[in-house]
């Protein structure tokens, strides 16, 4: 292997594979990188106008290095021969089968990369984990790897990534911090600054924090789990607010102004969502169980639960607002994806609180500017024939004859929704359920509507 890098090969060209190596490209003109994956059209979406996912600023950063030192392709078997470094960026999802089923980490894809490295890798390889996995994942990969014919050793390190879906590309570019974590051996050691000189085209040597393997991978669980225990913490408080008039916006501020506790991810919601935070705690719930500790695993499971409360809680308060039954009420939903200014809907809270709806029967009138309508009905396992659920292209096509007005993503450009024609459009009482806090609910009270938010008091 060169001390220099000069070929990288990213296998899984995903929400972290994509936007993590076009960055690396944009920044290190002088490296190849290869992204490949088994999904073809993936990859023909990935060279298309196009792209597979939506993140802001991705689009350009793709154009600008495509076809230059930017390759996305099927071809893994090549591309892993020719790499001097590997990033195995595959998915990991929750086991939905056997011992550790719906808590346990799949590592199945991961494996099956391991082995096409073992088979295909002509000379030493650095072998990186970039997707989230449980901690002493790296012995698995090594074990492979020393159960092959092959005589070489790869080094394997850990090197989780921290990006958040719509702030991808902003996060990768001015990361807090690039961790990397290897074994304290001679060659360990070597592969790590291997890979540091590569985030050293951009990041600061003081920002890559450099431990050993299990540090490194069990950090990336830990970060999530301590994120993701913010939002359930605030969405606790949410619930205490409606009952004592408090108001979570002003609790939140008034804590976060504490620099101990500081005033990022305190936004009460519906609950989080994303691919991420339910996977990875449900993973160090299952660790902490594997390593005998059930009081442990107990802490962060309430974590999980404290967000079920919360997406059943929003959804039961509009049912109860309209004594019980909205059979047949028209409910216009503003939002679908998990968070703004992404395309994906994996874990949405917004599919639980439509699918309770569902099961009520309203017709829900759904609009998201950016996820895919034969999306959205697969999400709520339903389809285009279905009378109760409408994709629009438009918000304002949600609002005529609906009852409410149900916001389950922050998109930006809600706020500037004419609301006093919506009112116009809607059946009366007209209510606004803001499961987001991002409306002027004065303004809309004053219009007319009968608003309900998250942790807030009632506009007189
Ligand atoms: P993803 O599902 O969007 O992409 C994974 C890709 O891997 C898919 O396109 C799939 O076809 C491909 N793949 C699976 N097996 C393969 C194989 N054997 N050969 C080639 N390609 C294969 O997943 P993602 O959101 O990019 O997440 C990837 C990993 O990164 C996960 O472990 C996740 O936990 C972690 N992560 C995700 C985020 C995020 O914001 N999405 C952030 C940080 C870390
Ligand atoms: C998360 C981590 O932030 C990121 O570091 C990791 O690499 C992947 O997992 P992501 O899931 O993309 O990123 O988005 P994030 O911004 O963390 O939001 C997750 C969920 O929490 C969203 O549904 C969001 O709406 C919700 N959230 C977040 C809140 O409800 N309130 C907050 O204050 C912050």
Redesign the pocket.
Known sequence: MASKIHKICCVGAG??GGPTMSMIAHKCPDIRIDVVDINEKRIAAWNSETLPIYEPGLSELVTGSRGRNLFFSTEIERAIREADIIFISVNTPTKTYGQGAHRAADLCYVEAVSRIIAENAEEPKIVVEKS?IPVRTAEAIRAVFDASDTEHHHEVLSN?????????IS?LESPDRILIGGEQTPGGLKAINQLADIYNHWVSEDKIIKTNLWSSELS?LV??AF??Q??SS??SISALCEKTGANIDEVAKAIGSDSRIGP??????????????EK?LLNLVYLCEHFGLPEAAQYWESVLQMNDWQKKRFADQIVDSFFNTINDKVISILGFA???D?N?TR???AIDVCKRLLDEKAKLLIYDPKVEVNKIYDDLGTDEENPNVVICSDPNQTFENAQAIITL??WDAFKDIDYEAAYQAMQKPAWIFDG?NVLDHKKLTEIGFQVRSIGKPHEP
């Open positions: 929400y972290v989230t989780p990534e921290f990006l958040a879906e719509g702030t991808a996060d990336k970060a999530n994120l993701a913010r939002v605030i969405n990022k991810f305190l936004k009460a919601s519906i609950g989080f969502g994303g691919s991420c935070f990875d998990f968070k703004k992404t994906d874990k949405s809270p993503t922050e987001r």
